[in-house]
């Protein structure tokens, strides 16, 4: 039997939900500024990552109800049916349960009877290796025709009210459609992890390691936690590693790249990566300075807001990099068609 000939992912179309409850930086400010130690800590902290405001979902929605909108957007964009995919990728590591997978829920609130499905959750490295996976499903399933990536993010509903690190949450989806493409669209893929970082920052209870119990949930051991900092130099230096190795992977090189969209956490660390790669600011796109750190949405959310700016054009070399709690990165590069 003769080989199939390989095919080429390209993006079609992007999507993404925000939801309607603002939290800004002056409801923390009002939270927090009565506690000691605290007086300062918002201010701070929007100095140094950028976000001024995050959106929360409604407390009756899981995390598929914020897939749902994303992905209706990027299908009706795509011009494609929910019956048209052949296969869901759920990107996130807030799913709806422990088990089953959350991209079953999704499948089933789309309307998508004819699809696969399966979850991807490696914090925010997970959309990138989405657009990878799928990539990889398109080049050798000739069958698979239409794929749905969904990013989706609800960490707000795992966080303790009164523990600073709810500055960072907003929740939020986006979504991309991926078909077969006669031109180049998938580059290359890149990952790196280190699990020695997996005790620092994470919902170290409800799982396997420890099942939920009246004790954990007492212990707040079932809410997400930031036992230790992670050191700069993880995303300062490792944003920029993992794009050369892109740069090596995919055959272009560095200065090729028209827009690199980075993981929606610290505007700084973005700021140093581009400079450290020798790329202008113009070529790169932030958002959390509006909807905050969305996690395993936030490049797909970022993809989607770039693309309404104007900020793509076909032929377009575009870098995705995401680096997530674990920790995982990953990194993703497509020519725009």
């Not at 001024?52 to 992905?71: K, M, N």
């Not at 011009?79 to 996130?92: A, M, Q």
């Not at 990138?128 to 749905?148: D, F, H, R, S, Y």
Request: charged residues 20%; proline residues 7%; glycine residues 10%.
């Amino acid at each position: 039997m003769l080989p199939l000939p390989q095919r080429s992912a390209r993006i079609v179309a992007t999507g993404r939900y925000v939801p309607q409850i603002e939290l800004s930086n002056h409801d923390l400010r009002r939270r927090f500024a009565h506690i000691q130690g605290l007086e300062t800590f918002v201010d701070d902290m929007e100095e140094g990552t950028g976000i001024r405001r995050r959106w929360l979902a409604p407390d009756d929605w899981a995390t598929s109800d914020l897939a749902l909108p994303a992905a209706q957007q990027a299908l009706e964009r795509a011009g494609r049916e929910p019956k048209d995919v052949d296969l869901v990728i759920l990107c996130t590591d807030t799913p709806d349960f422990p088990t089953p997978a959350t991209s079953t829920v999704l499948q089933h609130k789309l309307g998508a009877t004819n699809a696969g499905t399966f979850d991807i959750g490696c914090a925010c490295a997970s959309f990138p290796t989405g657009l990878a996976t799928a990539a990889g499903w398109i080049a050798v399933n000739p069958k698979i025709q239409t794929v749905l990536v969904v990013g989706a993010y609800l960490m707000h509903r795992h966080a303790d009210p009164s523990d600073p690190t709810v500055f960072f949450y907003g929740d939020g989806a986006g979504a991309a459609v991926l078909e077969p493409s006669d031109e180049p669209g998938f580059v290359a893929a890149a990952t790196h992890a280190d699990g020695s970082y997996a005790e620092r920052w994470g919902i170290f209870a409800g799982g396997t390691a420890e099942p939920a119990s009246h004790e954990a949930v007492d212990a707040g051991r079932t809410q997400v936690r930031l036992i230790e900092r992670y050191p700069p130099e993880i995303n300062n230096e490792g944003w920029p590693r993992l794009v050369r190795e892109l740069a090596q992977n995919g055959d272009f090189e560095v200065p090729d790249i028209n827009l690199a969209l980075f993981t929606q956490v610290r505007k700084p660390s973005i700021e140093l990566v581009m400079s450290e790669l020798g790329l202008p600011l113009e070529r790169t796109h932030t958002i959390m300075e509006q909807w905050g750190y969305t996690g395993s949405a936030c490049l797909a959310m970022a993809l989607d807001d770039a693309v309404e700016q104007g900020k793509t054009e076909p032929g377009d070399l575009v870098v995705l990099v995401g680096s997530g709690v674990g920790y995982n990165q990953a990194g993703v590069a497509f020519r725009w068609r």
